[in-house]
């Protein structure tokens, strides 16, 4: 079994998938979406993912203020948490996504991406941080 996480975004969903060990968070693709409010396929696809890597568990980033305030993004992130745990019956744990995109976007100028590159893949990023910050909190209990 696995955990997955969920970088939720107005057009996109960035995923990554644990290793069966829940030690390392890997990247495994942007779900896109033509607008904001059509998430039918989105969760259809995310299904089709659980099954593929047998999850057992999705950690969804919570999109914080930096003052820690939650805004109009964070209601609407725990209606996509409702969503997915209506359609999957999986446990959906929200997890503090501050500062991941810049983290992400951080680790691709390190690797040397360019900028006009980097939308591509800084959803699929964060959530791989969401992820692992998550797998290492469970080794710190």
Do not use: W
């Amino acid at each position: 079994m696995r955990l997955m996480g969920l970088d939720f975004g107005s057009k996109t969903v960035g995923v990554a998938v644990s290793d069966p060990l829940f030690l390392t968070a890997q990247g495994v693709e942007i779900i896109r979406r033509k607008s904001a409010g059509k998430l039918r396929q989105t969760l259809a696809r995310i299904e089709e993912l659980i099954r593929e890597y047998e999850v057992e568990k999705i950690i969804l980033g919570y999109p914080k203020h930096m003052n820690n305030t939650e805004g109009e993004r964070c209601e609407q992130t725990v209606q996509f948490r409702d969503m997915l745990v209506r359609r999957t019956g999986l446990e959906v744990v929200l997890s503090d996504e501050r500062l991941t995109t810049v983290m992400a976007d951080r680790a691709m100028i390190e690797a040397g991406i360019r900028r006009e590159n980097r939308r591509d893949y800084v959803d699929e990023l964060a959530a791989v941080f969401i992820l692992q910050g998550y797998l290492d909190s469970l080794k710190k209990e």
